[in-house]
């Protein structure tokens, strides 16, 4: 036999209208979430990467101060080396790259979905797409100067440049977003 329900004690649990109000409140504040979030966080990553690259030039040209050894990068379409000259029979030095210096080792940004167009003095260069020993394009000098160059970081499908970096004669670095003023 059933126990009966007692009237002075109250039921315990929710209604199914309760249940449903609550579910729609969590609903609604996982969708503000998300749209805070924007892009998943991908714009965030794009800016470390390039502000990267920025620190590790500035590592470079410092190293080569200090050490009084030219260093230079190669750019490729999808990314970037440094490089050193070695020594690679008795009388032909080649630029290599810095594979030994964790900081400076070559970097992709192809995860990132990125794909980089160089200009020196003005001029496109046309960029190897994942090159062995890329071609030496900017110049890290032992005496502090850089060869200037302007470097546009772009989304791989196309599109306008997110980023700009760009490298003056003195040594001096800057980023920016195309629309800003220089």
Same mark, same amino acid.
């Given at each position: 036999? %059933?126990?009966?329900?007692?009237?002075?004690?109250?039921?315990? &649990?929710?209604?199914?209208?309760?249940?449903?109000?609550?579910?729609?409140? +969590?609903?609604?504040?996982?969708?503000?979430? #998300?749209?805070? +979030?924007?892009?998943?966080?991908?714009?965030?990553?794009? $800016?470390?990467?390039?502000?990267?690259? *920025?620190?590790?030039?500035?590592?470079?040209?410092?190293?080569?101060?200090?050490?009084?050894?030219?260093?230079? +990068?190669?750019?490729?379409?999808? =990314?970037?080396?440094?490089?050193?000259?070695?020594?690679? @029979?008795?009388?032909?030095? *080649?630029?290599?790259?810095?594979?030994?210096?964790?900081?400076?080792?070559?970097?992709?940004?192809?995860?990132? !979905?990125?794909?980089? *167009?160089?200009?020196?003095? !003005?001029?496109? #260069?046309?960029? $190897?797409? @994942?090159?062995?020993?890329?071609?030496?394009?900017?110049?890290?000098?032992?005496?502090?100067?850089?060869?200037?160059?302007?470097?546009?970081?772009?989304?791989? $499908?196309? &599109?306008?440049?997110?980023?700009?970096?760009? =490298?003056?004669?003195?040594?001096?670095?800057?980023?920016? %977003?195309?629309? *800003?003023?220089?």
């Amino acid at each position: 036999m %059933r126990a009966a329900r007692r009237p002075d004690r109250p039921c315990r &649990g929710f209604t199914l209208l309760e249940l449903m109000v609550v579910l729609v409140i +969590v609903a609604t504040l996982a969708g503000f979430a #998300v749209l805070a +979030v924007g892009d998943g966080g991908r714009g965030r990553m794009v $800016e470390e990467a390039v502000r990267s690259l *920025e620190a590790r030039m500035t590592l470079a040209r410092d190293e080569a101060i200090l050490l009084g050894r030219e260093t230079a +990068v190669g750019f490729h379409q999808t =990314g970037y080396t440094f490089l050193h000259r070695v020594l690679v @029979d008795d009388r032909t030095l *080649e630029w290599r790259p810095l594979e030994d210096d964790r900081p400076l080792r070559p970097r992709h940004l192809k995860d990132l !979905g990125l794909e980089l *167009e160089l200009r020196l003095e !003005g001029l496109p #260069v046309a960029l $190897e797409r @994942d090159p062995e020993y890329p071609d030496p394009h900017v110049l890290l000098g032992s005496d502090g100067l850089m060869t200037p160059f302007q470097l546009r970081i772009r989304p791989a $499908e196309g &599109g306008d440049p997110l980023y700009l970096l760009q =490298g003056q004669m003195d040594g001096r670095l800057h980023i920016r %977003r195309p629309g *800003e003023t220089p």
